[in-house]
Antibody
């Protein structure tokens, strides 16, 4: 059974760095083809893909946010970590992690999401 | 502004058929990338509904179907039920964004 769960702070201040962790089970990120993405959704708005890390450590970022994002993995802990620097109130959103089994296959399993508010 | 364009809302009475369009361009849907659809029930995470344009994951009723043609795709829901009221998102990939996933703006389905 594949599960993913996001964790991190619910509240961050402007200019701070956000660190989110995705802890998963039921698959291994060392398996060829496996990928984990981060996606966010501001309140009442659409989904926005942020970043992806692949089984072979390749990383991909949203072109509009790439200077602020870093994605990494700890295969032994079954975790993927996303950091986003210089947080702003417009970054207030629910952040999801999701799995795909190749680079162009759908996001077939999603975490429940973790809400993040950026406010002083 | 989302890369893929969806109508903000659609509605239908129970038992009716509704369709949701997803319009892209030559750098995404028109480039041959597959389209996936997700259903997001209120207060929950998105769930994969249709993959690779027209395939249903196990457990998804056959009332849901998808199609793709040219630079557009569509999701059809027949025999509309109250439990179908949700937000629906299309997703593809875009060659101008290094093949990154792109989403539509989402469509709110209201069951009258």
């Amino acid at each position: 059974q594949v599960t993913l769960r996001e964790s991190g702070p619910a509240l961050v201040k402007p200019t701070q760095t956000l660190t989110l962790t995705c802890t998963f089970s039921g698959f291994s990120l060392s398996t060829s083809g496996m990928c984990v993405s981060w996606i966010r959704q501001p309140p009442g708005k659409a989904l926005e893909w942020l970043a992806r890390i692949d089984w072979d450590d390749d990383t991909y970022y949203s072109t509009s946010l790439k200077t602020r994002l870093t994605i990494s993995k700890d295969t032994s802990k079954n975790q993927v970590v996303l950091t986003m620097t210089n947080m702003d109130p417009v970054d207030t959103a629910t952040y999801y992690c999701a799995r795909s089994t190749t680079t162009v296959t759908p996001l077939d399993y999603w975490g429940q999401g973790t809400p993040v508010t950026v406010s002083s | 502004q989302s890369v893929l364009t969806q109508p903000p809302s659609v509605s239908g009475a129970p038992g009716q058929r509704v369709t949701i369009s997803c319009t892209g361009s030559s750098s995404n849907i028109g480039a041959g990338y597959d389209v996936h659809w997700y259903q997001q029930l209120p207060g929950t995470a998105p769930k994969l509904l249709i993959y690779d344009n027209s395939n249903r994951p196990s457990g998804v009723p056959d009332r849901f179907s998808g199609s793709k043609s040219g630079t557009s795709a569509s999701l059809a829901i027949t025999g509309l039920q109250a439990e179908d009221e949700a937000d629906y998102y299309c997703q593809s990939y875009d060659s101008s964004l290094s093949g990154s996933p792109v989403f539509g703006g989402g469509t709110k389905l209201t069951v009258l």
